[in-house]
């Protein structure tokens, strides 16, 4: 079975900084891209910074410039390091990878259970 556990959300002031990590774990043939959502009351998630498997990233325009996401394949773990955070990146934080559980399966999405980060002014 496969999970991803995000960690390190929290409380922070603005202009402050954060790093969330999420780790991958369980019966795991190949991770794809993997990257980070964010959902904000009464809104859509939305996509913040992803990953590809080549290294290559994507971020939205309201974070560029100030979110990293790297990943470490070892660990099999995806960070975003948050700087520079401000009063409306205030959401809850989903960790995504697309991951094919078998040689013999598809890729499919998979989602951590989600990590709170809240930006005071």
């Known amino acids: 079975q496969v999970q991803l556990v995000e960690s390190g959300g929290g409380l922070v002031q603005a202009g402050g900084s954060l790093r969330l990590s999420c780790v991958v774990s369980?019966?795991?043939?190949?991770?794809?891209?993997m990257g980070w959502y964010r959902q904000a009351p009464g809104k859509q998630r939305e996509l913040v910074a992803t990953v590809t498997s080549g290294l290559n990233t994507n971020y939205a325009d309201s974070v560029k410039g100030r979110f990293t996401t790297s990943r470490d394949y070892v660990k099999n773990t995806v960070y975003l390091q948050m700087n520079s955070l401000k009063p409306e990146d205030t959401a809850v934080y989903y960790c995504?990878?697309?991951?094919?559980?078998?040689?013999?399966?598809?890729?499919?999405?998979?989602w951590g259970q989600g990590t709170q980060v809240t930006v005071s002014s």
């Open positions: 995504n990878a697309k991951i094919a559980a078998t040689r013999w399966s598809s890729f499919r999405d998979y």
């Open positions: 369980g019966s795991i043939f190949s991770v794809d891209v």
